[in-house]
């Protein structure tokens, strides 16, 4: 079992800047891929950022892409998502999830039903 704690959500202004963390707990974390999705009210949980268990690849949802980003210590047990230049379609629950990758380093996942354990969210908002 890995629990994951998001925090760092908020209210803030359009071109603001925000950075989430999410702290896991429960299994050695270098072992799993982790990702951040977010849900807008009223719409589906959609893939946000992905990042390997070695933190040597990522990826992005187009729609952030160029400014967010996503990286991880794996002394901390800790992935983060770092926000910039927030517009008001940006607000969301954003959530964190995990899923094991024993066999490669480099792998990273943007499918929802690619991962095991999730978070229970932090709230994004952000006002024009």
């Known amino acids: 079992q890995v629990q994951l704690v998001e925090s760092g959500g908020g209210l803030v202004q359009a071109g603001d800047s925000l950075r989430l963390s999410c702290s896991a707990s429960?299994?050695?974390?270098?072992?799993?891929?982790m990702g951040w999705f977010r849900q807008p009210p009223g719409k589906e949980r959609e893939f946000v950022a992905a990042i390997s268990r070695s933190g040597g690849s990522n990826y992005y949802g187009d729609s952030v892409k160029g400014r967010f980003t996503i990286s991880r210590d794996n002394v901390k047990n800790t992935v983060y998502l770092q926000m910039n230049s927030l517009k008001p379609e940006d607000t969301a629950v954003y959530y964190c999830?995990?899923?094991?990758?024993?066999?490669?380093?480099?792998?990273?996942?943007?499918?929802?039903?690619?991962?095991?354990?999730w978070g229970q969210g932090t709230q994004v908002t952000v006002s024009s």
């Open positions: 999830a995990a899923v094991g990758t024993p066999y490669s380093s480099n792998s990273y996942y943007y499918r929802r039903d690619e991962y095991t354990y």
């Open positions: 429960g299994r050695t974390f270098s072992g799993y891929a």
